[in-house]
């Protein structure tokens, strides 16, 4: 049966990270996965996580599998954390949440159910938007059909073609939307256009599915939260796929939580059963470790403080990567404007590059970017930027 197997293609984000570990160029830098690193180039482990994994660890007496879907009280604390517990929504019965293998698992969840149900056969994604998500969903059985987003010119969100795009969308569609620090791109909406959105949903009928993988790394842990509750406030129903491997430093922990809210006076109980027992049929509980981790911070008011300084500056260094870099490529000759790096927000920038400028950086100078362009800022420090802008600007003046 194995026999005559092809092997697949690398993985697009991923596989830049094979080919950058056998690169002997004395400058490379990996600019493509999306990881977080300090000025010194390292992914740090929160001290708020390892205060919290001490206290797990003098406290533990089991290890014995935890519910389906998780602890209880991570469940009450994520829903707080996505919208506030004073919200409506979470002070009331609109919201279940389940503990998920990281964000990607919460998608996975997600789509599974989704796809069981009559009618939820097709799914919208943002024109551009993170490579896996259309693998997560086609994996699930639905077809991927795209809604304009950002414009390619202007590396802006090209809200008009946006709303005109989600006015063509069937009820019963679903509509994957990027809370805030939108991958690839970096262009996010504001809090006002979230209200046009929220009323397209509730007045078209279509469902949406909200990625919010970067809390917190946008514009604060409250302002990043405005899509949510501007969905909520409208009353419709969706699902959230949250992950704390970018704000809490938890990738390898694999911790993320799917949120389902239901319509105002509808008990989300029936949701909550049903995902079980997809769950059950995959991978029947999540792991403890990093569930225990994020239900530690956040329920300690210390602990939680203490995390929010460090999402704080973590935030604060990638947003002063950005005005540095795109204050070095003004100051400078350079074929376009990059003003809008210092714009957006989050750990992502797309600078739209031909393949060939991409190819460039790579063989001659040891840099690796996703195609297209995609930037993780986050990588850049104050050992690297410079060469990285210097190297840009070579390959780009060249290529012009």
């Not at 100078?365 to 996703?370: H, R």
Request: with cysteine.
């Amino acid at each position: 049966m194995f026999e005559h197997l092809t092997p697949a293609p690398p993985d697009p984000i991923l596989g830049l990270t094979e080919a950058f570990k056998e690169d002997q160029h004395p400058q490379r830098i990996n600019l493509g996965v999306g990881v977080y690193q300090d000025a010194q180039g390292r992914t740090p482990v929160l001290q708020a996580v390892k205060q919290a994994e001490e206290r797990i660890w003098h406290s533990e007496t089991t290890k014995s599998y935890m519910p389906i879907g998780g602890s209880p009280v991570f469940g009450r604390l994520v829903r707080e954390l996505l919208c506030g517990a004073d919200h409506p929504a979470c002070a009331g019965n609109r919201l279940v949440t389940l503990h998920t293998p990281g964000g990607t698992g919460a998608l996975r969840v997600g789509a599974d159910w989704l796809a069981s149900l009559p009618g939820a056969h097709r799914v919208w994604v943002s024109r551009p938007t993170w490579a896996n998500h259309r693998g997560v969903f086609e994996a699930a059985g639905f077809t991927v059909a795209e809604y304009p987003y950002q414009d390619p010119a202007t590396h802006a969100v090209d809200f008009e073609a946006m709303c005109a795009g989600l006015e063509e969308v069937p009820a019963g569609d679903v509509v994957l939307l990027h809370v805030c620090c939108h991958n690839p791109s970096g262009a996010d909406l504001s809090p006002a256009q979230w209200q046009v959105v929220a009323r397209l949903a509730e007045q078209k009928g279509w469902l949406p599915f909200l990625d919010f993988a970067y809390q917190g790394l946008g514009a604060g842990i409250e302002p990043d939260r405005a899509g949510v509750c501007a969905l909520l406030d409208a009353g419709v129903e969706m699902l959230i796929a949250s992950s704390f491997s970018k704000n809490f430093g938890l990738y390898r922990e694999r911790t993320g939580a799917l949120t389902v809210a239901t319509r105002p006076g509808t008990d989300p109980a029936a949701a909550f059963s049903l995902l079980q027992r997809v769950v059950r049929v995959n991978y029947s509980n999540p792991p403890a470790h990093g569930g225990l981790i994020v239900e530690t911070v956040l329920g300690d008011a210390a602990l939680r403080r203490l995390w929010q300084e460090e999402l704080d500056g973590m935030r604060s260094r990638i947003q002063g990567m950005r005005e540095q870099l795109q204050a070095y490529l003004a100051a400078r000759p350079t074929p376009g404007e990059f003003g809008y790096i210092a714009r957006h927000q989050g750990m992502f920038s797309l600078l739209g590059l031909a393949d060939e400028v991409v190819a460039t950086l790579r063989a001659e100078f040891g840099i690796y970017v996703v195609k297209g362009g995609r930037i993780n800022v986050a990588a850049l420090t104050p050992a690297n930027w410079e060469y990285f802008a210097a190297s840009l600007l070579d390959v780009l003046n060249r290529k012009a």
